[in-house]
């Protein structure tokens, strides 16, 4: 949740129909000169370090006062860290400048700052090959610029030269402002860049705002700053024709900054920290994600109950409402794992706290404890700011360990929900263990299994330095508790809080300080908010799963508004207070996708929105949606009408069938859960992750992919019972209905059926999806019989197919093969010459043969024939099971009826999933 802002909101519909206006037009390359300051600086020395990297010295060319004076001697250095990936680190050699610290993002070190690199003889060497890197660095001497080429067809990645002709100027380096461009051809797709919602989709769209500094802006959220700081891109481009050529260029600085993207040029203009970039060469979309995570961390692995269903809303004011809720669902048929409170079961607002007369607490263990025997969830909110009240626990052992943010030596005081706060600062490892703590003690007193931690960009509903007014009693909690009731004065008299150079931040050019932390406030160390700002709760996440996995010695589910490069490595992402609009729902879309590339796949937005109210039929559309969602909520403001999906019986019926279909694919989403955490793989993921090389796909952001095949074509407009989508090169099945084929040789716009209750998913050919048959919890889902859909080409003589399974016990930490307690397999499929094959290669069978899983239906697609088949054999042995073979359609492509084909079902199986098995028969033709 978030404040209110009622002028936001007026502001919201004017931004809407001037977004609309101008998603019309084509997006204008400009090359209007921008304000060039200074020359740059020029190479003085370089030298090769003895660890393998090149270090270097740079001379400021002439001084000037803009934005403060410039840094006069800076130190670059060099290094191919892996074969893939190639940094770039730049800082003033005198002195230690803020950098991410080492601790929460763990990394090589640089070489220390040394005051003699020996003057070498001029450009010898001008270019840094690794034998066996892609990457190859060049430079310039005077001014210094350097570029970044890609070793197999020479192609330039990176390349901060500029002349006269050029929309930008050379390196600027200095305290609070630095700035640095490249040159980008006019081909190059970009992705990334967040957190922001794109109105323009995931394709970063030339001249649209891109400032990078973690910001709880209500309501407007078209092109700010919004929670997340992801300051990288990636870049897809295929001027080769038919050949991927994406990689990936990350500037690992915590401090906030303007990144403007022009079309042929970026420039980032920063105002703190170092100059810290890192290339990845890709060359797909998936290595680049792969070889981004293998540095920012992997993704987390979420327990199973993770991918169910979650109802959450803000405003379920007593317990009996949420035991409502969960019964509701249960009369409704519609799946649910998890319920959630937003802050109404806290007393008073305060973090840790139960609210003894709306959630007793005998009561609610005794909720907790029906709905744990069933299989179901609790997870509950935690905001950072704890109440500032000499009679709240958690208060006073914070205080006794000294745990707050501080300005000029006092507690930074803010204000949040309970009122008057204080917020810890989980730089100081005393913090670390005293939230650990306090954590231990809610648990003990609430068994949740999961926390969601919001507002910790931070929030604050004041701005600058401020006392509690004597006589006057702040309002809490809802109301207008969102409105400031602190005395506060701005601080505008420190070069933190008011640096030279301003970001565009909340999209209103605001001072740095509106509504968060004031900059000049001080943490652990000295280390100033201007530089940690944005890292505040990405600090907090992990902070949070040290205590969650500590205590519970299980895998934590932890939920969290504010993000930063390594964050899910701890946590999943919700994009937070968006809207029931149209817009909304399809912003979500590009979201979800950008957190894929950032290292957070476990996302989702607020089914049918949080504020305000979404119509019915929106509603619908949303679930339609947001059952294919990686994390899948509805979520509500205190001020919106009740939005649970049995609240309308059309979305109801709607949701039955969406998340009927989630739930039977619970271990295709389960195995992209681990996909994700052993590579990075994206679960919901672009298009172009699986066609590369197809330009159609590259800016398409209404349709998405879950893993390598499985195709989402929602609805997205109001009104609409047909949607239009792309078809990529190949054959597509209708999941819903397997007879339906779509095929095109070089792709193709098929106009689908979709009456209100109808989602079209289609999977792809070549692929074996494994699936179950559903149910209301995922714990019974997860013990129903398995089903492997296999596809082929349609109608080809010749064809592969693959497909994959990862099982475990979802309690334990780590998600890994070799622990005794998981089992992963791989599926194959061939056909040729009429003789189709199925079989399966088992790794660590014995965890699914302790469970007793079977498989007990296959369905084989698109296969060449007249109806007829030859035996079945499975292992070698004939078998006598139920077979069926049923025609199949195209809706489109191949309307010719030349061609028979064919879908070969086989059901009662009872093939032990945790043992290898082949299956072979003859096609009759
Ligand atoms: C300046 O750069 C542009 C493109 O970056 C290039 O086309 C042009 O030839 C360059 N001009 C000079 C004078 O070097
Ligand atoms: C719980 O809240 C609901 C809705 O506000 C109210 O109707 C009901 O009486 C309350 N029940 C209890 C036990 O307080
Ligand atoms: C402080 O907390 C106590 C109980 O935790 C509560 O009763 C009291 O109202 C709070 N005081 C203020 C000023 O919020
Ligand atoms: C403080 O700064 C904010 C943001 O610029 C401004 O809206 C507000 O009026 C200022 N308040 C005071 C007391 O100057
Ligand atoms: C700041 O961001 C807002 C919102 O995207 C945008 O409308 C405005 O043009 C930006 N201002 C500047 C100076 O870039
Ligand atoms: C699909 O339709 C879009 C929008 O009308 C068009 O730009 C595109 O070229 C079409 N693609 C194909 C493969 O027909």
């Not at 937070?576 to 149209?582: E, H, L, V």
Request: glycine residues 8%; aromatic residues 12%.
């Amino acid at each position: 949740m978030a404040s209110l802002n009622p002028l936001s909101t007026l502001c919201l519909s004017y931004l809407l129909l001037l977004t609309l206006f101008l998603s019309l037009a084509e997006p204008a390359i400009t090359s209007s000169k921008s304000t060039k300051i200074g020359q740059g600086y020029r190479l003085i020395s370089i030298q090769d370090d003895p660890n393998g990297a090149i270090t270097g010295l740079l001379q400021v060319k002439e001084k000037n006062d803009i934005y403060g004076s410039d840094i006069p001697l800076l130190r670059f250095y060099v290094k191919h860290e892996t074969e893939s990936r190639l940094r770039v680190h730049i800082t003033d050699a005198k002195s230690k400048r803020w950098e991410v610290p080492y601790d929460l993002l763990p990394r090589e070190q640089p070489s220390p700052l040394k005051q003699n690199i020996k003057r070498l003889k001029k450009n010898s060497l001008s270019v840094s090959e690794h034998s066996s890197s892609e990457l190859v660095f060049s430079y310039t001497s005077d001014p210094f610029s350097f570029a970044v080429k890609r070793k197999s067809n020479g192609d330039t990645l990176f390349d901060s030269n500029s002349n006269e002709s050029d929309p930008f100027g050379p390196l600027v380096f200095k305290d609070q402002y630095l700035e640095i461009s490249t040159k980008l051809p006019k081909d190059a797709s970009l992705y990334g860049l967040g957190e922001n919602s794109q109105p323009h989709g995931i394709k970063l769209y030339p001249n649209d705002p891109y400032t990078l500094y973690t910001t709880d802006v209500a309501a407007i959220n078209l092109n700010t700053d919004l929670y997340g700081s992801h300051p990288v891109y990636m870049d897809l481009r295929n001027h080769e024709g038919g050949k991927p050529n994406a990689h990936g260029v990350l500037l690992l600085n915590s401090n906030g900054m303007d990144v403007f993207y022009k079309g042929t040029s970026l420039t980032y203009k920063i105002i703190g920290g170092v100059l810290d970039f890192y290339f990845f060469a890709g060359p797909t979309p998936l290595s680049v994600v792969d070889q981004y995570t293998s540095f920012i961390g992997r993704p987390a692995p979420m327990p199973y109950w993770a991918f169910g269903f979650h109802q959450c809303r803000w405003g379920y004011h007593n317990l009996s409402v949420v035991e409502d809720v969960v019964e509701n669902y249960n009369k409704a048929k519609i799946p649910l794992d998890v319920i959630w409170n937003d802050d109404d079961h806290m007393d008073g607002h305060k973090d840790f706290t139960l609210n003894p007369v709306n959630y007793p607490r005998p009561k609610l263990l005794n909720f907790l404890e029906r709905i744990h025997n069933i299989g179901m969830k609790y997870i509950v909110i935690i905001d950072p700011g704890i109440a500032v009240n000499s009679s709240y626990g958690v208060y006073q052992r914070g205080m006794a360990n000294d745990v707050f943010i501080k300005h000029e030596g006092e507690p930074f005081l803010a204000q949040v929900w309970p009122g008057a706060v204080y917020f810890p600062d989980f730089l100081n490892p005393k913090t670390v263990s005293w939230w650990g703590d306090e954590i231990r003690r809610f648990h003990e007193l609430v068994p949740v299994d999961g926390l969601w931690i919001d507002m910790n960009e931070a929030s604050n509903f004041c701005s600058g330095k401020c006392t509690i007014p004597t006589g006057k009693v702040c309002p809490s909690g809802t109301g207008p508790g969102w409105v400031c009731c602190l005395d506060c004065k701005n601080i505008t008299s420190t070069r933190w809080d008011d640096p030279p150079y301003k970001i565009n931040a909340s999209g209103l050019q605001a001072p740095i300080g509106f509504k968060t932390i004031a900059t000049s406030a001080v943490h652990y160390n000295g280390i100033l908010e201007y530089d940690a700002h944005s890292i505040y709760g990405f600090s907090q996440t992990i902070a949070t799963h040290k205590a969650l996995q500590g205590l519970q010695g299980k895998r934590p589910f932890i939920l969290t508004r504010s993000t930063y490069v390594g964050s899910g490595k701890y946590a999943a992402h919700w994009t937070g207070d968006n809207q029931g609009t149209w817009e909304n729902l399809r912003y979500s879309i590009s979201t979800m996708l950008n957190f894929g590339i950032f290292g957070v796949p476990m996302v989702g937005s607020d089914i049918c929105g949080f504020y305000p109210q979404p119509t019915e039929e929106l509603c619908n559309r949303w679930i339609e949606v947001g059952a294919f969602y990686p994390f899948s909520r509805d979520h509500a403001n205190y001020y919106s009408p009740r939005q649970e999906l049995y609240q309308w019986e059309t979305v109801a019926e709607s949701a039955r069938n969406a998340l009927g279909m989630r739930y039977k694919l619970l271990p295709y989403l389960y195995t992209l859960n681990y996909e994700a955490h052993i590579s990075g793989a994206p679960i919901a993921r672009p298009l172009f992750f699986s066609f590369p090389t197809y330009i159609e796909c590259y800016s398409l952001s209404t349709q998405f992919l879950l893993g390598s095949s499985l195709m989402i074509s929602p609805v997205l407009e109001q009104g609409k019972t047909e949607v239009d989508a792309l078809f990529p090169p190949g054959t597509w099945y209708s999941l819903f209905d397997l007879t339906q084929v779509i095929v095109s040789k070089d792709g193709t716009n098929v106009t689908l059926n979709a009456p209100l209750h109808v989602v079209n998913v289609h999977l792809y050919q070549n692929s074996i999806l494994p699936m179950q048959q559903g149910g209301m919890i995922s714990k019974d889902a997860r013990m129903t019989p398995f089903s492997l859909i296999v596809t082929f080409p349609a109608g080809a003589n010749e064809g592969e197919a693959k497909g994959n399974l990862f099982l475990d016990d979802d309690e334990l930490p780590e998600m890994k093969l070799g622990n005794g307690y998981s089992t992963y397999i791989d599926f194959h499929a061939s056909v040729k010459e009429g003789t189709v094959k199925v079989w399966s290669q088992v790794q660590e069978g014995k965890f699914a043969l302790d469970k007793g899983w079977v498989i007990d239906t296959i369905n084989v697609l698109g296969l060449n024939g007249n109806g007829a088949i030859g035996t079945i054999e499975i292992n070698g042995k004939p078998t006598n099971v139920k077979i069926d073979t049923t025609k199949q359609n195209y809706i489109h492509g191949r309307g010719d009826g030349e061609k028979n084909i064919v879908m070969v079902g086989m059901k009662g199986l009872n093939i032990p999933v945790g043992k290898s098995f082949a299956m072979t028969w003859k096609m009759g033709s």
